[in-house]
């Protein structure tokens, strides 16, 4: 069991991920670029463990405790004592080679790097550190709390060691494992995101209404929410900057990213996250 377990970004993925772990009797420290970000996570874990009490899904008692075992980052530095650090920053590439340079300079050298991209290559982040045995994906799905599925990824030179220590981790957060090879998008997203897309094409030639599509989609393929709704969820820039890393990965133009899509982006029209995407928040 790790000791004492890093999340690097404190957005809606990061904040869900420290709160599993710390439900999970983890301790965790979370670190943000952004100071006035991890305060906002804080605050949603606190939220988001209530919403849980009253659905009887953890005690109430318990949640005081659960918020102690959450402590601060003010850098990226005061992460050295961890034995595993997860980063779940933007879905920027350079951005996350840069932590990862980071990280391998401050970490213990037998400290694992996990990264919950849900696209980047993870050969790609392991090159640029010392320990590319130690470097593997560890992608949760949103919302983190909610979600059961985590995607493990294997990089190059992922060792099976690194992956024996995350499957026990995996287990001991009570979710249910998938593993994938390290290609763009590697599963999940590699058949949900064109999905996604296809849906906003759909859309965008007036084929049919976002209502319409959604509905169509969820009562006719069994899926919990529309994709269009499950793309405002995800937040649109995310969904175009995978799109962008599997037309890049693959050269294949199925992943082209629909020009509706790409306006809606520029426009800043992310989804939930900014109040309007395909539906108004």
């Given amino acids: 069991m790790f000791r004492l377990v890093g999340v690097v970004g404190a957005g809606q993925m990061g904040n869900g991920i420290a709160h599993v772990l710390a439900q999970h009797a983890y301790a965790v420290r979370l670190y943000d670029v952004a100071e006035a ?7 949603t874990i606190e939220q988001n463990l209530g919403r849980q009490a009253k659905k009887g899904l ?10 102690r075992r959450i402590t601060v980052a003010k850098a990226v530095s005061d992460l050295a004592a961890c034995d595993l650090v997860i980063e779940a920053a933007t879905e920027d590439e350079a951005l996350k080679l840069d932590l990862f340079r980071h990280l391998d300079a401050d970490l213990n050298a037998e400290a694992i790097l996990a990264t919950n991209t849900s696209s980047i290559s993870i050969t790609r982040l392991a090159a640029v550190t010392r320990r590319p045995d130690k470097v593997i994906g560890l992608h949760f799905m949103y919302p983190a709390p909610v979600m059961q599925l985590v995607e493990v990824v294997h990089g190059m030179a992922t060792s099976e060691a690194t992956f024996g220590a995350i499957i026990a981790l995996v287990a001991s957060l009570e979710k249910t494992m998938v593993v ?6 590697f599963l ?6 064109p999905m996604i897309n296809e849906a906003i094409c759909v859309l965008h030639e007036g084929i049919a209404t976002a209502a319409d599509i959604d509905q169509g989609i969820k009562l006719g393929t ?3 929410l529309g994709p269009l709704a499950l793309a405002d969820l995800i937040g649109l820039d995310t969904v175009l900057a995978i799109l962008n890393t599997l037309y890049e990965g693959f050269k294949d133009p199925k992943y082209r990213p629909c020009p509706l899509l790409v306006n809606m982006v520029a426009a800043g029209y992310l989804g939930k996250k900014s109040g309007r995407g395909f539906y108004t928040y």
């Fill in 37 to 43: 970000q991890v305060q906002k996570a804080l605050k």
């Fill in 222 to 224: 069994n899926q919990p």
């Fill in 188 to 193: 999940v997203n590699r058949i949900l995101i």
């Fill in 58 to 67: 953890v005690e109430a008692g318990q949640i005081p405790a659960i918020l």
């Fill in 180 to 185: 994938a090879k390290d290609y763009p998008g």
